[in-house]
């Protein structure tokens, strides 16, 4: 029998790792979730384990093509897509392996950092360059964090990356993000669609840490 080609979807969540399959007209085949907990080491903190992500995919994936098993025809999944929580931040050494656990979206613990961003270039830099504010939640503020607080974990930091481009970088071995997501990290210059450099300075951030940066589907 002729395999259908089906589309797997991967949505790496604060509350859980959830999978589907979609035939090519939209029609959801199979879904699973698999739930995870959120790590707070302080009543204003928020961490993951980002091998709890992998090994949640891991579990969804399972169940969906387990599930699978029951369509009466055979599937080929054509291409996945990912997607995750927004500007979790995960910190890899240099051998692709997390130093720490992720410091996730909601977390506050930078309110000292924006601020001293804010201080350090100014308010309109970052409207005309970045498009917006320092907020607790980017990746530009948390590096600033762990240099401050954990310089001994900083000094292992090989690359930052976000929730979904680990999932693909442990999928795929390739290390990268994308337009939207760098966007989040205030250290992407929005109309040049790279990097800021001037801002890396500015911070003195080691631009070696950041990821390539690619189109959504070219990965």
Known sequence: MKKQSVFMGIDVGTSGVKVLLIDTEGNILSEATTQQNVIHVNPTWTEQDPETWWQNTISSINKVLSDSLSLPYPIDISCIGITGQMHSSVFLDNSGDSI?????????????????IHDSVGMDFLYNEIGNLALEGFTAPKILWLQENEPHHY???????????????????????DHSDAAGTILYNVRNRKWSNELLKALKIDSNILPPIYDSTDI
């Open 155 to 177: 000094e292992r930091v090989d690359r930052v990356i976000m929730p979904k481009d680990y999932i693909r970088y442990r999928m795929t071995g390739e290390l990268g993000t």
């Open 100 to 116: 720490r656990p992720a410091i996730l979206w909601n977390d506050s613990r930078t309110t000292l950092q924006c601020k001293n």
